[in-house]
């Protein structure tokens, strides 16, 4: 099997695993940069992500511009990932969604922050994307444009996520796998927030301690969650050697 087929079969993976642990429902989208082609990427046509399949997989520009086989309407919100593709050289898998616990901290000034040393990889620092700032107040709320894509870029920056007012987020990762892992421990920090929110006063996580958490995280993590959540969406597991770099921890330090 090609490295091209291999990333293919992990997006659609990916896609499934996100719906399962809801993240996505219908709706909400995951794309990976192309692996020998930086300025394109590869994204399902637009089909719920608990159905789609490979040959649904569809290559675009990072101005959204489909190249080559076209089995279908791609989403109207690709730009989104082009944008920040384009703005981040870094990142290499993008996860937009409007996943439900996540929505309340984009329109209430709540802020978001971890609680959890599990969910550390969503930072410390979340900006909430307003489409009204730049887009005025007659939008549908989607980014449907390059234009619309870059401002949302700008507003996430450096970081791992930046939430959208009124819509949902958008996370980037290293990696399918990272980027997975990310949207899944967001949502449900966003669910757990939301519960202690009720209980009373809420000690976030410390900068140090976030930070920490980051900087111990290895593949190891990753693949210990990949694994798990390929067996519940009943797909094949392939398991990924992770060049951890200098500075990872070679043990698991989510315990
Ligand atoms: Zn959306």
Known sequence: ?????????ELVTANR???HHHVVD???HISVRHPTIPGHFLMSRARAPGVLVEED????TLEGKIVG???GKPYSERFIHGAILEARPDAMCVVHNHSPNVVP????????RPIMHMCAPIGTDIPNWDIAHKFGYETNLLVTNMEMGRDLAKTLGHRTVSLMRGHGSVVVGRSIRETVFTSIYMEANAEML???????????MHDGEVAANTRGRAGFTWERGWENWCREVSRKYVAQTWDMGPGFSKTDPAG
Do not use: C
């Not at 901290?105 to 978001?112: A, E, L, N």
């Open 1 to 9: 099997m090609t490295d091209l087929a291999q990333l293919k079969e």
């Open 17 to 19: 695993i996100l719906a």
């Open 26 to 28: 219908s709706f909400g």
């Open 57 to 60: 997989i569809m290559e675009f």
């Open 69 to 71: 086989a076209e089995p």
């Open 105 to 112: 901290f984009t329109v209430t000034g709540r802020k978001m």
């Open 194 to 204: 939301i519960k202690a929110l009720q209980m009373g006063e809420v000690e976030y």
